[in-house]
């Protein structure tokens, strides 16, 4: 026991370094940290006891599914009751929260040479793009673990069945038009998520590939919704056409797990999904289709291509009562040893770090089998291509997007026509700006 | 010495104080709260605005829409589950053969509202639940039950009742078992109708029981939140949102708290108009 400590404890020390970060400083305090149940942080669970065994600090990690857990962090962190050090922060959340003050800037910390080992955390070799997203007028306010993007997941055999070259996906016109002609048989031409609070995460591609947007202008902080643009119109009219007319039965309330259900079943042709979730969509006990699956980027429109990108992040709370030991447990939680374990034991595949990305065995281990195009370049290529403000990163989002939801799902239901939910939700989206006083 | 009535006062005192403390209080801080423009994302709204019930509430659709909801839980399932539970108990009161059924039947009752939702919801999924199977025996096509507002409505009704009419049955039969036996026995040999006896005899004989239990459906009706919660989370398109959660997915989801205050405060203020006439009622009965 005592050895394997040891040599836990010199793996993470460098000899070089001037300032050697005291481990043991901490032992016997509790870190509390909350997280919704993401593969990264179920992963880290089955750790806890190194970091034990490291630095005598026990961490308790509570995880929740991920509206539960967003709620939770939400309260504690708005009523400052200091129940957890660690938060669970999605990017579209940094900003709010930090504004709120109730985040804990990172820059001092990761400063301090007492507190920090640099190589252990190899903050260059985080992903720029997703460290970036945890930003908030240039202060770090939560360091990454997880990359999210969307690509499209098709079935090479019914593909070639029907003649459709997987070229064609590439468009979303060759997109909607491959749908309607596999959708035949007892197979459901696509399937996408319908449920309102979740459905912009995929037709952001639709709307903003056809030209349309949420907001006047994101970069400049124009806020003024757009909803009832022509574009956008079409966009949420096309989304409600695929939904409604070209899906498994339920679809309007699917939620990424039944997407992920959908094409494991195998009745299924075209998915668009979290690249994160290959690993669950060709699990070898519960899919029938591994194997049978190509990979592409999500469809390009006039306007361009928009893979869906988001990442998750852990950050401090500004009135965390251990701050210190948590900001020791965060470093070693994140440092690249870890993230390729986890990597490799785990479903975690969204790694943050880049010498991951590279790494032969996280290759080897993630190539997934396929019958057409790369897994692994369809997840990094849209990684690539993706931008920041896919969607609007301010407090009154959550709002504005259950609304457009809601709007959305009205079409698919025939209860209003794509015009007038477009005209509620951009009635409903200006009312919650003019209330959060983003716009006058 | 005391006088009886500081005598009673003084030993009453403490309840009143508990109560005070526990009901009260509260309500009276949620009222002040309502008062607010208070948002946990906009820093410095925490000022007082009668903007809540001069404005927002009535143009807000989806307020209105809840409403509605609401009256329709209140009205629709308690409605079924009165009927449905007074028509059992009677027969398990004339036929006393069929009384093992009863212990049965509280089964529902007893299993925690969450868990009846997840059961419904895994039930009613298109062609994986259960439902669809035995129905699919009889030809009827696989219906997406949780997905459409009508049909969802009627899912959750269909839950809340399984779950609750035992407990009118129990209720009601604990009632029929306790009436005096000779106004049954008179209208019998008076040729009275199993029809007029029910409703000349039984029901007025029966009423008192009957308010209490109606009083407590009417309330216990709109706390069928987690069993929503759990199947449909208020959808598809709002149609099972009642007021309750939607004042949970404006206070904790979109952080307004001021807002969601003047919501439950309406909350409370429909409860007190459903409930008071037939507090009253009860009242009047009691000292006739």
Request: include cysteine; charge should be negative; aromatic fraction near 10%.
């Amino acid at each position: 026991m005592r050895k394997t400590v040891l040599a836990a404890l010199m793996s993470f020390m460098p000899f070089t370094a001037a300032h050697a970060v005291d481990w043991k400083r901490y032992e016997g305090q509790e870190v509390n940290m909350i997280c919704m149940t993401i593969t990264w942080c179920v992963a880290l669970e089955d750790q806890l006891a190194d970091f034990e065994d490291l630095t005598g600090i026990t961490v308790n990690l509570d995880l929740f599914e991920e509206s539960a857990a967003h709620q939770k962090v939400r309260t504690e962190l708005a009523s400052g009751s200091g129940a957890y050090d660690i938060v669970w922060v999605q990017a579209n959340w940094s900003i709010p929260y930090a504004k709120q003050g109730w985040l804990e800037p990172l820059q001092p910390l990761i400063d301090n040479p007492d507190l920090t080992d640099a190589d252990l955390l190899g903050f260059d070799d985080l992903m720029p793009s997703l460290t970036n997203l945890m930003r908030f007028e240039g202060a770090l306010y939560g360091l990454p673990f997880f990359a999210a993007t969307i690509i499209t997941y098709y079935r090479a055999d019914l593909l070639e069945a029907a003649g459709i070259d997987p070229a064609q996906l590439d468009t979303i016109e060759g997109f909607s038009a491959a749908v309607k002609a596999l959708n035949k048989d007892g197979v459901a031409g696509v399937a996408m998520r319908g449920h309102p609070d979740e459905s912009s995460w995929h037709q952001t591609v639709f709307m903003k590939g056809l030209g349309g947007g949420y907001v006047e202008d994101i970069k400049n902080e124009n806020y003024q919704p757009t909803l009832t643009s022509p574009e956008a119109i079409e966009a949420a009219s096309l989304y409600a056409d695929m939904i409604a007319n070209y899906s498994p039965d339920g679809a309007i309330n699917f939620k990424f797990s039944d997407v992920v259900v959908a094409m494991q079943q195998g009745n299924t042709a075209i998915i668009m999904e979290g690249a994160p979730l290959g690993g669950r969509i060709n699990d070898p006990e519960k899919s029938t289709v591994r194997g049978k699956l190509g990979y592409a980027m999500v469809p390009q429109g006039p306007n361009g291509r928009h893979p869906a990108f988001t990442g998750h992040g852990v950050a401090l709370a500004a009135d965390a009562p251990n701050q210190e030991p948590a900001w020791l447990f965060l470093q070693w939680a994140l440092s690249r040893d870890l993230t390729l374990k986890i990597a490799l034991e785990s479903n975690h595949v969204a790694v943050s770090r880049n010498s991951v990305w590279q790494d032969p065995t996280f290759i080897e281990k993630w190539n997934l089998p396929g019958a057409g195009g790369d897994f692994l370049k369809a997840f990094q290529d849209s990684l690539n291509a993706a931008d920041p403000d896919y969607r609007p990163r301010i407090s009154g989002w959550g709002e504005v997007n259950r609304s457009y939801g809601e709007a959305l799902q009205s079409i698919m239901l025939g209860d209003k026509s794509a015009e007038e939910a477009m005209a509620d939700a951009q009635a409903k989206a200006v009312e919650v700006m003019t209330r959060l006083g983003y716009i006058e | 010495m005391l006088s009886d009535k500081s005598t009673f006062r003084l030993l009453s005192a403490p309840a009143l104080l508990l109560l005070a403390a526990l009901t009260v209080i509260p309500i009276l801080l949620l009222f002040g709260l309502s008062l607010t423009s208070w948002s946990l994302l906009v820093p410095g709204s925490f000022k007082f605005s009668f903007v809540n019930y001069a404005e927002r509430m009535f143009s807000d659709e989806n307020f209105v829409h809840s409403l509605g909801v609401t009256f329709y839980y209140i009205i629709v399932n308690t409605l079924i589950q009165m009927t449905l539970g007074f028509l059992i108990a009677f027969l398990l009161f004339r036929y006393t053969k069929l009384r093992f059924l009863r212990a049965i039947m509280i089964i529902p009752m007893l299993v925690p509202p969450a868990v009846v939702g997840l059961m419904w919801k895994m039930m009613l999924i298109p062609n994986l639940g259960g439902l669809d199977y035995y129905l699919g025996l009889f030809g009827i096509p696989a219906i997406d039950w949780l997905g459409n507002p009508g049909t969802a409505l009627a899912a959750v009704t269909i839950a809340s009742v399984w779950e609750w009419t035992p407990f009118v049955i129990v209720v009601m039969l604990a009632g029929l078992d306790s009436l005096p036996r000779s106004p049954l026995e008179a209208a019998v040999m008076d040729g009275a109708s199993t029809l007029k006896t029910v409703f000349y005899v039984i029901i007025p004989m029966l009423r008192p029981i009957i308010i209490v239990t109606l009083l407590l459906r009417i309330i216990e009706s709109l706390a069928i939140l987690p069993v929503v919660f759990m199947m449909t989370g208020g959808g598809p398109a709002r149609a099972t949102e009642a007021i309750n959660l939607y004042a949970y997915h404006v206070g904790l989801e979109y952080l307004d708290i001021g807002y969601a205050a003047s919501i439950l405060v309406a909350f409370i203020f429909i409860l007190l108009i459903f409930c008071t006439p037939i507090i009253l009622s009860s009242l009047k009965s009691d000292s006739k």
